[in-house]
């Protein structure tokens, strides 16, 4: 038998004054459990985009390598970028969308200093109406144009009116130029949302302090206001740029001739010839697009901080 005398544990050493506490058992063990839930909670939105956005386009993208002949193959690709239709769409496209988001950071630009710097009586209201109007559908306005400037609309009948002709001379709005009016008139309330969000936190000393140095108001809003609205232009405008791109209800109603957009071809290759790997190839392009130009718009507002 051992004779050893028995000892105590040895006390533990006390920590030093700039250690940190040992955290509690509970709450490191508590940590796991909050990340299941977390995890849990998550599953069904993951599970609802799955079924009902990534799942269909999964179907789109297999079906643009399935020609009718069978099999998989990249035809579609091929036939569809030789077409003459896909060329000429593509570039009505680009066009359309460019020039439409140049017109709406222009007169977005205008109405919003308008609308924050210059005191008129119902400047709130309005500020508030644009909040509003971005919930419109955009055939709602594409139908208001038509019913002021469509070949029947109040602008003809007054012109037949007045001076006796059998027709008006308002048919612009079946041109691609009507197409144009309608998604300026329709996307602007985009570029003034954002615009009036940062006119409100531009320091107004800085614009009194330029005033009382003797600047005009066009110099103001050229070296004072504009280099604080450029961030915001940007956001706006990049919107601005993917909804054209993508818009499909505008050049539906205004019927314009002529005017085929990519929304509009996949439309009339999957309805109208029903040729639906060749409308799948135009949508996964379409889709690319709008996609690399989301990533860019995201970029944008953040720098922006909208």
């Given at each position: 038998?051992?004779?050893?005398?028995?000892?105590?544990?040895?006390?533990?050493?006390?920590?030093?004054?700039?250690?940190?506490?040992?955290?509690?058992?509970?709450?490191?063990?508590?940590?796991?459990?909050?990340?299941?839930?977390?995890?849990?909670?998550?599953?069904?939105?993951?599970?609802?985009l799955a079924v009902f956005f990534l799942y269909p386009l999964a179907l789109v993208v297999r079906q643009s390598f399935q020609p009718d002949a069978g099999g998989t193959s990249v035809q579609p690709?091929?036939?569809?970028?030789?077409?003459?239709?896909?060329?000429?769409?593509?570039?009505?496209?680009?066009?359309?969308?460019?020039?439409?988001?140049?017109?709406?950071?222009?007169?977005?630009?205008?109405?919003?200093?308008?609308?924050?710097?210059?005191?008129?009586?119902?400047?709130?209201?309005?500020?508030?109406?644009?909040?509003?109007?971005?919930?419109?559908?955009?055939?709602?306005?594409?139908?208001?144009?038509?019913?002021?400037?469509?070949?029947?609309?109040?602008?003809?009948?007054?012109?037949?009116?007045?001076?006796?002709?059998?027709?008006?001379?308002?048919?612009?709005?079946?041109?691609?130029?009507?197409?144009?009016?309608?998604?300026?008139?329709?996307?602007?309330?985009?570029?003034?949302?954002?615009?009036?969000?940062?006119?409100?936190?531009?320091?107004?000393?800085?614009?009194?302090?330029?005033?009382?140095?003797?600047?005009?108001?066009?110099?103001?809003?050229?070296?004072?206001?504009?280099?604080?609205?450029?961030?915001?232009?940007?956001?706006?405008?990049?919107?601005?740029?993917?909804?054209?791109?993508?818009?499909?209800?505008?050049?539906?109603?205004?019927?314009?001739?002529?005017?085929?957009?990519?929304?509009?071809?996949?439309?009339?290759?999957?309805?109208?010839?029903?040729?639906?790997?060749?409308?799948?190839?135009?949508?996964?392009?379409?889709?690319?697009?709008?996609?690399?130009?989301?990533?860019?718009?995201?970029?944008?507002?953040?720098?922006?901080?909208?």
């Amino acid at each position: 038998m051992s004779t050893e005398p028995l000892t105590a544990p040895a006390p533990a050493r006390a920590a030093g004054p700039g250690a940190a506490p040992a955290p509690p058992a509970a709450v490191r063990g508590g940590a796991a459990p909050r990340t299941a839930r977390r995890l849990l909670w998550a599953l069904p939105p993951v599970a609802l985009l799955a079924v009902f956005f990534l799942y269909p386009l999964a179907l789109v993208v297999r079906q643009s390598f399935q020609p009718d002949a069978g099999g998989t193959s990249v035809q579609p690709y091929a036939d569809v970028f030789a077409s003459d239709a896909f060329r000429e769409a593509l570039w009505t496209t680009v066009w359309l969308a460019l020039a439409s988001t140049a017109g709406c950071l222009v007169l977005g630009f205008v109405l919003a200093l308008v609308i924050a710097f210059v005191p008129f009586p119902g400047a709130k209201g309005v500020a508030k109406f644009i909040d509003v109007f971005l919930s419109f559908p955009s055939f709602l306005i594409t139908l208001a144009l038509l019913f002021v400037y469509g070949r029947t609309g109040l602008a003809n009948g007054l012109w037949t009116q007045v001076t006796g002709s059998a027709d008006g001379p308002f048919e612009f709005l079946t041109t691609p130029w009507g197409v144009l009016l309608a998604e300026i008139t329709y996307f602007t309330p985009f570029v003034m949302r954002p615009l009036l969000a940062a006119f409100t936190q531009l320091d107004t000393a800085q614009l009194e302090a330029a005033g009382s140095l003797g600047a005009r108001a066009p110099r103001i809003v050229r070296q004072v206001i504009l280099p604080e609205a450029l961030p915001a232009l940007g956001a706006g405008g990049s919107l601005v740029l993917v909804l054209c791109l993508n818009e499909f209800g505008i050049v539906l109603f205004t019927g314009a001739k002529g005017v085929t957009t990519l929304p509009m071809l996949v439309y009339s290759k999957a309805i109208l010839e029903s040729d639906y790997p060749g409308a799948c190839v135009v949508a996964v392009v379409n889709v690319l697009i709008s996609v690399g130009l989301y990533g860019l718009y995201r970029v944008v507002s953040r720098r922006a901080g909208a």
